[in-house]
Nanobody, 120 residues
């Protein structure tokens, strides 16, 4: 059983930065960050495989960077140039098989979420 624990959310002004972390217990092959704003569907933000291959949603390309420290079994999301539309609950997700993907249906394990609020 894999457990995921996110941290690093908070409130920031437009143009600011935040770094999210997701500590994992157990083996996973690919991981991803998702977000969900009130009244909206959960959307994929970025995904990374064990070999370092990454995939980003168009809305965050050039602003967000997904990375991982395999020794610490920890996933990160560096978020720069934040916009009000980035405001959402951010979730870490993982799966033990499969390649990078932003389809939430493919992920077996989920964290509890961490809130990110961007104000103007």
């Amino acid at each position: 059983q894999v457990q995921l624990v996110e941290s690093g959310g908070g409130s920031v002004q437009v143009g600011g930065s935040l770094r999210l972390s997701c500590a994992a217990s157990g083996y996973t092959y690919s991981r991803a960050w998702f977000r969900q704003a009130p009244g909206k569907e959960r959307e994929g933000v970025a995904s990374i495989a064990n070999d370092g291959l990454t995939y980003y949603a168009d809305s965050v390309k050039g602003r967000f960077t997904i990375s991982q420290d395999n020794a610490k079994n920890t996933l990160y999301l560096q978020m720069n140039s934040l916009k009000p539309e980035d405001t959402a609950m951010y979730y870490c997700a993982a799966r033990t098989l499969g390649w990078v993907s932003l389809d939430p249906r493919l992920y077996n394990y989920w964290g509890q979420g961490t809130q990110v609020t961007v104000s103007s």
